[in-house]
């Protein structure tokens, strides 16, 4: 916390107390539908965040964070279902199992020179394959889908994560503000510096003591596993799985879209981009619809082009250019 | 199981693998070259599909010999493709290039999407039900041809690197961009050929597997991922490593088919890539680090 | 087998490195004694880098030994090397461009250092010594050649090294700037007792500096002496000094 507010100028600090005061007064304020793209918001920032940390912070490039998103939440939906054992403990199963996934990855990935691009593509590869094997196993609905019971005596059992939208909308508000501080507490610590020195050049910091494929797993873990627990929030408040959504390739692009626009690497890119890009969607689903474009594919194909547009338009992200303009630039400590 | 169906699911894995390889040989020359992952490889491969079964449909021209044309229009495709939306992407960082090769991967499969809707189409060949027999073991007609167009393409990239001028810089800018650079090559324009030529791959490989397979719009993705896995089973950059892992992985899933279940193929292939990358991590043709 | 007492601190016996049937490092043996300044030169190819890249664990030698305060070091990680005591310099600088100077020294100081807070004090400390302290707030890809060549330097320095390997640190600096930073260097050895070891071009700071040289020609050692010996030697004026005699 104190790291958080030591990086940041005096209007800087202005501006967060702002925007946490407007979040959580937000369902006060607001209506359900708003509340629902700000909870989208919030756990697209979150999602963003532990994408970033891997990516922004140590420059491994996972095209494929779907994966530990899928298995965190059919981790801890199975767990549910299956065994009734609570979200609480079922999140340590997913984040144990993000992790397992992540050190197989990192395994064959690290090894080899070409590494940057190798680890991508493994990334994607076990994400699509995960999506197959999930799509095969009846044992958890296949490609049918996997349903968390809704039942109306269960309301309100918090501790299971049976809430409404504002309950979820503070839990995932919870999260977006945690994995800011931990973000903030990472990059100015010592492991902090050496995934940054990696980022910049690995020959380099093995040469200065830092043992390079040890970090780089340590990072892989921490981003795995904050993205297994945004896969427990994501089946506790759905409800459902379907392993053509929850491990899709465009899911993925979803997770790293935000970090990206809004600028990869810094703390608030992601959030920044996540709230940018999400009230974006929104809007394109309603003009389409004003216009009378219903066809399948109309929205996707509008989204491709803007994907080319947006990434062409701004190389290093929106919050840095932001924060200049505002003067809320976050100093080098 | 009988002897001669194993040789038959083999032969028929060798055949098709060398047109899987063809596509995937159209990834490694573009990342070999550009240093760019073609993230939309699967839709253009798609795309040469769609063309190859209007040409059929307007003046009944087999998917086979369609290839040929269909590579040639690709090639231009991609020669343009990287001269307008890729160059500047070039020396951008790598997440940035796969925002954009998705985005137009996207675009791609939609516009498939909206103008030929979601139903999945096939082309009905004179010998599509045709087989060779060789004693007991039969071979489809259609994938022989297919095979044999896929070497035709391949031999003619493997002597246009190894025979033309253009060629040869192109494995120079390859090897060393800044010395390229330096003796006066024109490396925008030899990306943009190689762009080209990855897509000419890629174009031809399609239209080969009209003739073989039915197709949707929603191909795409698999498709991707099956030139991802080839080129990192036979070891990025290399192009003997793209066809041998293309035939390899032809082999792997024709064989999980007929032993377990169609829908298993992509697991065996995934197992085969874990495999590799574990005994040997950069690829079976890849070259060891320096 | 000598005994740890009169052991050298850095012991390279034997080394042999090939690169695809070239020998870069054939048969290369050298002690080096706690608190010397030991130059290595030789002309352009002749082995020197690769040489610094086997002591300090980028590459393993094909054959030979070589030993560190006593313990074998071949064949363990950069990191693993650095850990026991030697930093290295690269010949062409890395940098990590997008942090500051400041920051860049901090990851070397983190080596040794218990938080963040000390490690930022102790690069502070070194970016003194070289001059690079009122700089300390840029990016570090935005400074100059001689400017990027002492933040070399004060990384390597910032792991408190018992050894440091410098890679042609003097190349591109300017006359004053050399004596800057052979003054510099003096003033470490002496004050600290740091053993260094150098490959440098600049005759001048060899001479300034070196208590002992070595001479590499083709990837082999051809002599070994005080400077003032080794100038002398006729092998040595053929292979390397007769070329820069002509200067």
New interface residues.
């Given amino acids: 916390m104190s790291d958080l507010l030591a990086a940041l100028p005096a209007r800087g600090k202005i501006a967060l107390a702002l925007v946490v005061a407007a979040l959580v007064s937000a369902p006060l304020l607001v209506d359900r539908y708003v509340l629902s793209i700000l909870l989208l918001a919030l756990f697209g920032a979150y999602l963003g965040q532990a994408w970033n940390i891997l990516m922004g912070f140590c420059g491994l490039l996972s095209l494929g964070h779907a994966l530990y998103l899928g298995l965190g939440a059919y981790a801890s939906a199975a767990l549910y279902v299956k065994f009734g054992i609570g979200p609480w403990a079922g999140a340590f199963a997913a984040i144990a199992l993000g992790v397992a996934a992540a050190a197989a990855i990192g395994w064959l990935g690290f090894r080899f020179r070409i590494e940057g691009v190798y680890f991508s593509l493994l990334t994607i590869a076990f994400a699509e394959f995960a999506r197959i094997g999930f799509d095969n196993l009846p044992w958890l609905g296949g490609a049918a889908g996997f349903f968390l019971p809704v039942r109306a005596e269960e309301a309100g059992h918090w501790h299971n994560l049976r809430g409404g939208p504002i309950f979820f909308y503070y839990l995932a508000l919870a999260m977006a503000a945690g994995a800011l501080v931990l973000s903030t507490t990472l990059r100015a610590s010592k492991l902090g510096h050496a995934f940054l020195a990696i980022r910049e050049d690995a020959q380099a910091a093995r040469a200065l003591g830092v043992n390079v494929t040890r970090v780089r797993f340590v990072a892989l873990f921490i981003s795995a596993a904050m993205t297994a627990l945004g896969g427990v929030f994501i089946a506790f408040w759905t409800n459902n799985l379907f392993p053509a959504q929850i491990f899709d390739m465009s899911r993925s692009i979803d997770i790293i879209l935000a970090p990206i626009i809004g600028g990869v690497g810094t703390l608030f890119g992601p959030i920044v981009g996540a709230f940018l890009l999400v009230p974006l969607g929104e809007a394109l689903t309603e003009a389409l619809r004003e216009f009378g474009l219903n066809a399948p594919g109309a929205k996707a194909l509008v989204y491709g082009f803007l994907l080319m547009g947006i990434i062409t338009a701004t190389p290093s992200g929106l919050w840095p250019w932001l924060a200049r303009k505002l003067g809320l630039m976050e100093k080098q400590p | 199981m009988s002897f001669s169906l194993y040789v038959e699911v083999l032969i028929q894995g060798v055949l098709t693998g060398l047109v899987y390889g063809l596509m995937a040989l159209g990834l490694s020359v573009i990342f070999g070259v550009v240093r760019v992952v073609n993230f939309a490889h699967g839709e253009f491969a798609v795309l040469a599909m769609y063309a190859a079964f209007i040409l059929f449909g307007l003046f009944h021209l087999d998917p086979i010999v369609a290839s040929l044309p269909i590579a040639a229009a690709f090639f231009v495709v991609g020669y343009m493709l990287q001269r307008t939306v890729v160059q500047p992407f070039v020396t951008r960082p790598q997440h940035e290039q796969f925002i954009l090769l998705v985005g137009l991967s996207i675009v791609i499969v939609n516009a498939l999407l909206l103008t030929f809707g979601p139903e999945s189409k096939h082309t009905d060949l004179s010998y599509s039900f045709d087989s060779y027999s060789l004693g007991a073991v039969l071979v489809d007609k259609a994938r022989v041809y297919g095979a044999a167009a896929a070497l035709v393409v391949t031999t003619a990239l493997f002597a246009f690197f190894r025979y033309t001028l253009t060629g040869a810089a192109i494995r120079a800018a390859a090897d060393n961009l800044t010395g390229a650079a330096v003796v006066g090559l024109d490396v925008k324009r030899l990306y943009a050929i190689s762009f080209g030529v990855g897509l000419a791959c890629v174009g031809a490989a399609g239209s080969i597997m009209m003739a073989l397979t039915d197709m949707t719009p929603m191909l795409g993705p698999s498709l991707t991922l099956l030139a991802f896995t080839i080129v990192i089973v036979g070891g990025l950059g290399s192009m003997a490593g793209a066809l041998f892992g293309g035939m390899l992985i032809g082999v792997a899933e024709a064989l999980a088919s007929v032993i377990a279940s169609p829908s298993i193929k992509s697991m065996v292939s995934f197992s085969l890539l874990v495999l590799v990358l574990a005994l040997r991590p950069q690829g079976l043709f890849g070259k060891a680090e320096a | 087998m000598s005994g740890p007492d009169n052991e050298p601190l850095l012991a390279v016996i034997g080394v042999v490195k090939r690169?695809r049937g070239l020998t870069a490092v054939d048969e290369v043996s050298l002690g080096v004694r706690t608190g010397e300044i030991y130059a290595v030169i030789g002309p352009n190819g002749a082995g020197k880098t690769t040489l610094f890249n086997l002591i300090?664990g980028?590459v393993a030698p094909d054959e030979g030994e070589i030993r560190f305060a006593g313990a074998r070091i071949d064949g363990q990680?950069?990191?693993q090397i650095?850990?026991a005591g030697i930093?290295?310099t690269?010949q062409i600088v890395?940098?990590?461009?997008?942090?500051?100077v400041i920051?860049n020294v901090?990851?070397?100081a983190?080596?040794r250092?218990r938080?963040?807070q000390t490690?930022r004090a102790q690069a502070g400390d070194i970016l003194r010594k070289l001059d690079l302290f009122d700089k300390r707030?840029q990016k570090a890809g935005g400074l100059t050649l001689p400017d990027r060549k002492k933040l070399e330097v004060a990384?390597?320095l910032?792991?408190r090294p018992k050894l440091i390997l410098l890679d042609e640190v003097m190349a591109g600096l300017r006359p004053t700037e050399t004596d800057r930073m052979v003054a510099m260097l003096r003033d470490i050895n002496r004050t600290d007792n740091l053993t260094i070891v150098m490959i440098e071009h600049v005759m001048r700071a060899v001479m300034a500096l070196a208590t002992r040289v070595h001479v590499l020609h083709h990837g082999a050692s051809i002599a070994e002496g005080a400077p003032a010996e080794v100038t002398r030697d006729p092998r040595v004026v053929e292979s390397y000094l007769g070329m820069k005699a002509a200067h």
């Fill in positions: 690169f300090a980028a990680a950069p990191e650095c850990a930093a290295r690269f890395k940098p990590f461009p997008d942090l500051s920051d901090a990851i070397g983190m080596l250092a938080d963040m490690a707030g990384r390597a910032a792991t």
